[in-house]
């Protein structure tokens, strides 16, 4: 079925309304994806949001791209309040603390325009997962557990963890709140988190993935990297394809991503990122894509479990990158010592610290940091 499935590409150079919706209307037509939509439906989208940030930053899925989505529906006859917005970013999940992203995002004013609802439901349903690996259900939140048909509408960043913040990884945000980091903490190697993240994948089997590609980001993402202009809309009804053709705009190998890695090795996902089929306008490739400080170095990653128990703290000492709080930065927030599944991070005269013995190097801590005062170091011998 995978091998059947093509991933669209729309070439896209701003978000201007009147491209961006043509753009969203020709990816309905080239992937024929009208088939899948009824009226009757309950819709949920769910963007990559994040924290507060500003449409302009590139951290979050841009509102103009949920929009012609809205309108592409409601045209299909989806009445608006069957349609609904929804997305646990990190930190709290409630009210308030998702209310103030959906207004920094630009998500309240597409609700608004459009007359859809914006998830106010903080409750969760326990998911079985069909095929798993790591994690046999998930406490998915509401919306998206009750909903007929999911759209997730990610965005193409790079991630300290997992090399890419794409259409699997934006699923991440299915999963309510303050539950995020105990996932980082239940598997603190990436491999085994990454499969978890396959795992959530077949639980919300989203049936359509876009992805905004026009002003992605590259460097130490999801959150502290820079913004690159890509140019594209992206889309498939498989998340890993669009991963794996995401890793071709990236121009960097399925196994450097481990979302992809890891959906490869269960043969989720067999096809080369080569021979994923296209359709629309020609891929664009970066080969000056920058990946974050924190991928290449996971020096264990296929060293047997016992032998990398015995090696672990010596490659932890000499060649792993860490977090690194700039002091002087620093405004006390506590928004990483929330976010830290390790609770590592203590809050002292308002600056915060970490206790490096316990930290897991997930960089939650990095992509909250409402400011970039957590970067991430290379330790000396990694940067001869
Ligand atoms: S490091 Fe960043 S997130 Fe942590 S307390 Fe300081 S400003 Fe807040
Ligand atoms: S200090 Fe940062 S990187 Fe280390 S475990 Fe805590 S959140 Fe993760």
Not at 132 to 145: C, D, G, K, T, W
Not at 176 to 192: F, I
Not at 247 to 275: F, H, N, P, Q, Y
Not at 310 to 329: G, Q, W, Y
């Amino acid at each position: 079925m995978e091998n059947q499935m093509a991933v669209g590409v729309c070439r896209l150079e701003n978000y201007q309304m009147e491209a961006v919706q043509e753009a969203v209307d020709r990816q309905f037509a080239q992937l024929s994806l009208d088939r899948l939509i009824k009226p009757t439906m309950r819709i949920t989208l769910k963007p990559n949001l994040l924290m507060k940030r500003k449409p302009e930053d590139a951290t979050t899925t841009h509102p103009s791209i949920m929009q012609a989505i809205i309108r592409h529906l409601k045209a299909l006859g989806v009445p608006a309040g069957n349609i609904t917005i929804a997305d646990s970013p990190g930190g709290l999940y409630n009210h308030p603390a998702v209310f103030g992203i959906y207004a920094s995002t630009g998500m309240q004013a597409v609700a608004d325009a459009e007359g859809v609802n914006l998830n106010d439901d903080y409750s969760t349903i326990e998911t079985a997962c069909p095929n798993p690996v790591r994690a046999h259900s998930f406490p998915l939140i509401q919306p998206v557990a009750a909903a007929d048909l999911v759209i997730s509408v990610c965005k193409l960043k790079t991630h300290c963890m997992t090399g890419l913040s794409g259409g699997v990884k934006n699923l991440f945000g299915t999963l309510p709140g303050l539950t995020k980091p105990d996932y980082h903490w239940r598997y603190p190697e990436k491999a085994d988190f990454c499969n978890m993240l396959v795992d959530l994948c077949e639980t919300v089997r989203p049936g359509i993935t876009f992805c905004d590609a026009v002003e992605s980001m590259e460097g130490d993402g999801p959150s502290s990297g820079t913004k690159k202009h890509t140019g594209m809309l992206l889309c498939s009804e498989s998340p890993y394809l669009l991963d794996l053709v995401l890793c071709r705009v990236m121009c960097k190998e399925e196994s450097e991503i481990l979302t992809v890695k890891a959906a490869r090795d269960r043969g989720i996902c067999t096809l080369k990122k080569e021979e994923v089929p296209l359709v629309g306008d020609p891929l664009r490739t970066f080969d000056d894509f920058k990946q974050p400080r924190s991928v290449t170095t996971d020096f264990l990653s296929k060293v047997p479990g016992p032998l990398r128990t015995v090696c672990r703290p010596i490659v932890d000492r000499f060649l792993t990158t860490r977090p690194s709080i700039n002091h002087k930065m620093c405004v006390g927030c506590g928004k990483c010592a929330e976010s830290c599944p390790a609770h590592t991070i203590r809050i002292e005269n308002h600056k915060a610290y970490i206790d490096r013995k316990n930290c897991i190097r997930c960089y939650c801590c990095h992509e909250m940091c409402p400011i970039h005062a957590i970067t991430v170091k290379q330790n000396r011998l990694l940067k001869l």
